[in-house]
């Protein structure tokens, strides 16, 4: 088992500054990849960005660059630094532990893990 706890999460005005912490604890096996992903009311969860662990390889969806995902493998934590924050990005953010090779990262199905989540909210 794979626990996830996210951190980091608040209030922000628009145009502020987030960085988000994902530690994850249990097995000891490196899982494949870690995802964030991000859910807000009435919406689906949608991708946020996706980090292995073995090569550091990073993948994203259309943040523009505004988000920036990386990792600290010494301390199974995974980071996204969100900059640059719209209300738009206001959700629950989640991160994911996939355990198995992925062939498409912003697929939720991909992922075998999930944390509890953190609230992000920005405001106008």
């Known amino acids: 088992q794979v626990h996830l706890v996210e951190s980091g999460g608040g209030l922000v005005q628009a145009g502020g500054s987030l960085r988000l912490s994902c530690a994850a604890s249990g097995r000891t096996f490196r899982s494949y990849a870690m995802g964030w992903f991000r859910q807000a009311p009435g919406k689906e969860r949608e991708f946020v960005a996706a980090?292995?662990?073995?090569?550091?390889?990073t993948y994203y969806a259309d943040s523009k660059g505004r988000f920036t995902i990386s990792s600290d493998n010494a301390k199974n934590t995974v980071y996204l630094q969100m900059n640059s924050l719209r209300p738009e990005d206001t959700a629950v953010y989640y991160c994911?532990?996939?355990?198995?090779?992925?062939?498409?990262?912003?697929?939720?199905?991909?992922?075998?893990?999930w944390g509890q989540g953190t609230q992000v909210t920005v405001s106008s």
């Open positions: 994911a532990a996939a355990t198995r090779g992925v062939s498409d990262y912003g697929r939720p199905h991909e992922y075998d893990y």
């Open positions: 980090i292995r662990w073995t090569y550091g390889h």
